[in-house]
């Protein structure tokens, strides 16, 4: 037996006045979901726990299996594990992401996704100008990198910029347990690469700067039980984003590197489906992520989010399901992590649809997977770290 999680990340989302009052999900062509879920069961999960912020971190560990509650710990140490840096028990690990701001106001979450090369040079400078003892800045793709602080605080409250766009920064800047060094971090960074030949250009150009340094997601390393020994299966895990990669280091899953996996528009779908099924000869589980639908959700593109999902449909899905059939019988999963809604541009709280199918035992399944589902009379999971146990058939602790 093979075992499939497909997370389309942040794929949910709210009926659209331009779609005559369908979702994203619900207007797209998904014939394979479609497909499986006529063979399956649709059911509602609340992924997160109640009153924690449904971000992709702690909710891919809880789609994987793992009670948030007692292992999430931030961001910034799971992207750091990604990366592979080591952490010393002492070490507060940060996600520092390169944004544009004017010094008023939080203006574009990635820079207008700046390149890594470009990226890094900014990284190098900062690190070699800014940085006190005990900190370290190291350069990871794109705006995406990580603040290392031994001894660094862990009672601080921070923002991600990708939820706050327009918002003026004195209302999410950190506050609390070294406040000021942090900000000061802010605010230093912005002199020094506003200067920078590379955002001279920018500016000259229209386009977004990468000259602000952000610091959020805070914590010390997780520790997680290996996969293999909670279900008694090797795993591999086929995604574009850090968070997702050290996710599947932590778990000693295989985190394989797929060409042309972005984490945004441009990823190569087709590639993802590949991998995941040359994965399935080494493995008898594979978790694939998808980033576009969340990407198109913050940009607030109705239009793009769309073609994410119909992409993830036609090539991710339908060829994994065909090259399944050849192999093995299987057990599919497909979830959204989060609703990532157009209108709030944000992650939101609440549950989301779910597919289960399973190719040795045939249903007559009656309720589409769109977030309909909400509104029938079908399984309802509170503790979405259990949802697994629906995948593999197995009941496991927390």
């Known amino acids: 037996m093979k075992y499939l999680l497909l997370v389309p990340d942040g794929m949910a989302d709210e009926p659209q006045e331009g779609l005559n009052g369908k979702t994203p999900l619900e207007a797209a062509r998904t014939p394979n979901f479609d497909s499986l879920a006529q063979r399956g069961t649709v059911g509602m999960v609340h992924v997160t726990p109640a009153g924690m912020y449904p971000g992709s971190d702690a909710a891919n560990m809880s789609l994987l299996g793992y009670d948030p509650t007692l292992h999430y710990t931030g961001r910034g140490p799971v992207e750091a594990a990604a990366m592979g840096i080591p952490m010393d028990p002492r070490d507060v690990a940060f996600r520092c992401s390169l944004v544009t701001t004017d010094g008023k106001s939080m203006l574009d979450y990635s820079s207008g996704h700046v390149a890594t090369q470009d990226a890094r040079a900014l990284i190098e400078l ?31 409250q921070t923002h991600p910029p990708h939820e706050n766009m327009g918002r003026p920064l004195e209302e999410i800047l950190p506050t609390g347990e070294q406040e000021s060094r942090l900000r000061q971090l802010v605010w230093d960074s912005l002199d020094l690469l506003s200067n920078h030949p590379y955002n001279r250009r920018r500016r000259d150009e229209g386009k977004p700067e990468a000259n602000t340094l952000w610091p959020w997601g805070q914590g010390r390393a997780p520790h997680l039980e290996s996969f293999a020994l909670r279900r008694g299966r090797t795993g591999a895990v086929i995604t574009g984003v850090d968070v997702i990669r050290g996710l599947g280091r932590l778990a000693g899953l295989e985190v394989v590197d797929v060409p042309g996996a972005t984490g945004y528009f441009d990823t190569d779908y087709a590639a993802k489906a590949r991998y995941a099924l040359a994965a399935f000869d080494r493995h008898d589980f594979v978790w694939v992520h998808v980033e576009s639908p969340d990407e198109a959700g913050h940009l607030g593109d109705l239009d793009e989010k769309i073609k994410a999902i119909e992409a993830i449909d036609r090539d991710v899905l339908g060829p994994i399901v065909e090259g399944l059939r050849r192999l093995d019988d299987c057990r599919i999963l497909v979830v959204p992590d989060h609703a990532t809604p157009i209108r709030t541009r944000g992650h939101l709280e609440g549950p989301v649809p779910y597919l289960l199918f399973d190719s040795t035992s045939m249903r007559a399944g009656k309720v589409p997977f769109d977030e309909r589902a909400a509104h029938e009379r079908v399984p309802r999971i509170e503790e979405g770290f259990r949802l697994i146990d629906e995948l593999f058939g197995s009941k496991r602790a927390s």
């Open 126 to 156: 900062a690190a070699s100008k800014l940085l006190g003892p005990r900190l370290n800045l190291f350069p990871g793709i794109s705006y995406r990198h990580i603040l290392l602080w031994n001894d660094g605080p862990t009672e601080v």
